[in-house]
């Protein structure tokens, strides 16, 4: 069950989107998601379906990987549209019993769900193709500025890494941990929900145990190679933008300026 | 003796449908007796591992059929549970699983969840707890203030307590120092002799294999490569390098006597047999 999780997983590849720098996909992904709430117009968001659908070809994603990322949050796009459609006030479509649908309604309903599933499809399309180191590595780049306000960007960044580098291995442990449970008899799937809460512990004990000595292990190993945080250190590989770079920046340029031009003229 | 474990063609493949899918067992063929005392070898990645989580239906198989007492074992829910029970699988380091106050309540707990009544709990906790040779005092302490080995003792004692009619251990002695192997091993053997227990071992270790079993399977790539005892396993030598595998040191002391020109039997795997066809040989020379 822990296996389906799949926010957050690189599928390695060599693809025109593996090699871009991490950090022009960052800052792509995020003007995507601001021009996306900026803008509410059929034309724009046809234009941002084919932006992702594009990216979906060029980086040989499956789509079935990129619909098992949306399940998750099926019922928050279920649930915001219903409230949409029932509670926007307007000229009234259908009516029955305390309940109407209105046109306002149904296009609000249909833009906030659209927005959704398109935001997780660019972030988990960002996700697929960057591995975490490269990700941090970005942001770390990205949020160097704030060091003049005292922001510890490395310290910040490192702790990023670490908790995404050990996002599978907590994983597998976890896995382990349940399949030796349950080689014991341990039930997690019946009786109610404290019977449930309660079947956990002899999951979570060992996990946290595990976790307390990993964390150790990793400290003492830094700390044997001279680890001293982000001062003076230099790195393997340095990021640096290439003609691929600036051809990804100029089309996703021209597709955002369009999109919001869409808006405007309200096509 | 009769059959206990069965399996029938049985491939499992992982994350199929994803770019990371892999078959980590490949169509697998395998009838254990009651008493049999088995030894699994394969080299790391070989899909040892897997295979035994098959054997309590901790992984359904992607294809194929598991029996246990002529029963397949995927049938429903309670057939899958009961499968636990009846073969309890220790897994590679064991002592990462504990996690109850004490040392007692820990070993109790798959009796517990079998349903047993108090009595019967902590009649089983305290043979359990004899078998590995954890004392009274120990059963009190918390497992986390324990030794390494002692750890590992306790965790298998978790399992042997629920009685289970097949055991099967996964690297019992992964990482231990060599009396602590040592101890570990001879715990098992102990148990095996006094409760006939069909034990099955998975190793990589040749010495160990030849020291306890009367069967070993060898795995290879997913599959089975052979099967067949000790004697029979270990005069196919040529097979066993290929596939990444050594034989015991006193077979290869043996086969490089033979490639020498000496006239001595290479499927030997004891200390005792290698002296009598060291001894023979003596004879033959002088």
Redesign the interface.
Known sequence: ML?DITLGQF?PGNTFMHKLDPRVKLVVCFVFIIVLFITENLAAYALAALFIILGVKVSKT?P??LLKSLKPIMFLVLFTSILNIFYIEGEVLVRFWILKVTKEGLMTAFYMTSRIIMLVCATSLLMYTTSPISLTDALEHLLAPLNKVKFPVHEFSMMMTIAMRFIPTLIEETD??M?????????F?SGNIFARAKAL??IL??LF??SFRRADELATAMECRLYQGGEGRTRLNVLKLTKYDYVFMVFSAISFVLMILLNVVGI | MGEILKLENVSYTYGAGTPFEKTAVKDINLTFNSGDFVAIIGHTGSGKSTLVQHFNALLPPTSGTVYINGEDINQSAATRRAARFACGLVFQYPEYQLFEETVFLDIAYGPKNMGLSEIEVKRRVLAAAEAVGIDALTLEKSPFDLSGGQKRRVAIAGIIAMEPEILVLDEPMAGLDPKGRDEILDMIKNYHDKHKTTIILVTHSMEDAARMANRIVVMCDSSVLLDGTPGEIFARHDLLTKSGLDVPQITSVLIELKNRGYDVDTSVYTIEGAKEQLMKLRGKLC
Request: hydrophobic share 45%.
């Open positions: 296996k599928f499956s079935k990987m382990k941990i399949a030796a449970q349950k080689a014991r008899g341990a039930d799937e512990i002899p004990v060992p145990v595990s």
